[in-house]
């Protein structure tokens, strides 16, 4: 097996990757419609031979695993129609053009679920769709919560409700739980919960 | 806050979920490319009002959680060009027509890294996209490998690496790690290797 630079490896960076990297050569939209965006571009692959790469453009989200002081958690349950089915989710959205992904986090969690938050930590990010989209998925934390009214979009439906860390990872083995963004998020839950990982919080912007 | 039905709550299941079902009313392509393939359907609303749905078919995908003897995981550094980044990753693949999970599992850890196993668990299934994509992946484990040459299709190019589970969910929680399937794979081999899940393991198929 060839010995690969690894993360966090010195080796790692640019001159290492060059035997995987691929080059834009030209780029075309190939869908406009009222939601999805997408791209055909022709690529030159670390071989010099030539590829395409079709993906969706797309603007990035936020998701916020937001806990309760009693450590209940706030979660939705909302139809997803392209899987079909009703999916238990942290709650989530995409950004608003030049809008601040902790803006974007205490909007969403605002509009879809009525709680404010007095304190923020940005997890990571997530990026769930590498093969055929542009997506990332802000991780944000919220804790110091406060409820008041939601203010769902027109046509928007979903359900707001709590569970407590050992329910959302027991749906997360027995197979109620399998939205990504959300699995992500009960891996962040469980270290940060366990002390393993660490998270530097901040307060809400005004 | 509206108390909902939640997962595993017998009060779960299509009367309770009225309020969230989304109907199909038409459905039509608007994109066939080389590689993505999008619909775009009308459907009703929970209250009767119509909208519209763009969302990209998936055949469906496997990924393998691979594990050597020594403890040590499979993995793969690959160009994904829509984020525009190296991507460390556990091997991952599409479903062919007709093909079951397992051996498409098998298929893409022999083609990809060489690695056939001698056993496999099927931990349970994530929805990457479930906003605009109807693609799912089954997570597999597998276990007692034993190394071969790989089959990389022509145009692939993909480092395979080693490291250890303590490596694995470093570069997770650094940032290292942001490929949400493999965020999900490290979920569930950080509870599988706790003992806090179950596997139930089987062997390879001829």
Redesign the interface.
């Given at each position: 097996?060839?010995?690969?630079?690894?993360?966090?490896d010195p080796e790692a960076g640019k001159p290492a990757?060059a035997?995987?990297?691929?080059t834009r050569l030209a780029s075309t939209e190939?869908?406009k419609?009222?939601?999805?965006h997408?791209m055909?571009?022709t690529?030159s692959?670390?071989?010099g031979?030539q590829?395409?790469?079709?993906?969706?453009i797309h603007p990035g989200a936020v998701m916020i695993v937001a806990q309760c002081d009693d450590g209940r958690l706030v979660l939705e349950?909302?139809?997803?129609?392209?899987?079909q089915a009703?999916?238990?989710?942290f709650p989530a959205g995409k950004l608003d053009p030049g809008e601040a992904s902790l803006a974007c986090a205490q909007r969403e969690l605002l509009e879809e679920t009525?709680y404010t938050a007095r304190e923020w930590a940005r997890a990571?990010?997530?990026?769930?769709?590498?093969?055929?989209?542009?997506?990332?998925?802000d991780i944000w934390f919220a804790r110091g919560l406060a409820?008041g009214p939601r203010k769902l979009d027109a046509?928007e439906?979903?359900?707001?409700?709590?569970?407590t860390p050992a329910?959302l990872?027991a749906?997360?083995?027995?197979?109620?739980?399998?939205?990504?963004?959300t699995?992500?998020g009960?891996?962040w839950l469980?270290?940060v919960l366990s002390g393993?990982?660490a998270l530097d919080w901040q307060p809400a912007i005004a």
């Amino acid at each position: 097996m060839k010995k690969a630079a690894v993360p966090g490896d010195p080796e790692a960076g640019k001159p290492a990757d060059a035997h995987l990297v691929e080059t834009r050569l030209a780029s075309t939209e190939i869908l406009k419609g009222n939601f999805l965006h997408a791209m055909r571009d022709t690529v030159s692959l670390p071989d010099g031979t030539q590829a395409t790469r079709e993906y969706i453009i797309h603007p990035g989200a936020v998701m916020i695993v937001a806990q309760c002081d009693d450590g209940r958690l706030v979660l939705e349950r909302q139809y997803r129609y392209p899987v079909q089915a009703v999916m238990v989710e942290f709650p989530a959205g995409k950004l608003d053009p030049g809008e601040a992904s902790l803006a974007c986090a205490q909007r969403e969690l605002l509009e879809e679920t009525g709680y404010t938050a007095r304190e923020w930590a940005r997890a990571g990010v997530l990026h769930p769709v590498i093969s055929y989209s542009t997506e990332f998925i802000d991780i944000w934390f919220a804790r110091g919560l406060a409820q008041g009214p939601r203010k769902l979009d027109a046509g928007e439906f979903l359900d707001v409700f709590t569970a407590t860390p050992a329910e959302l990872l027991a749906w997360c083995a027995n197979g109620q739980v399998t939205d990504a963004k959300t699995l992500t998020g009960a891996l962040w839950l469980q270290n940060v919960l366990s002390g393993a990982w660490a998270l530097d919080w901040q307060p809400a912007i005004a």
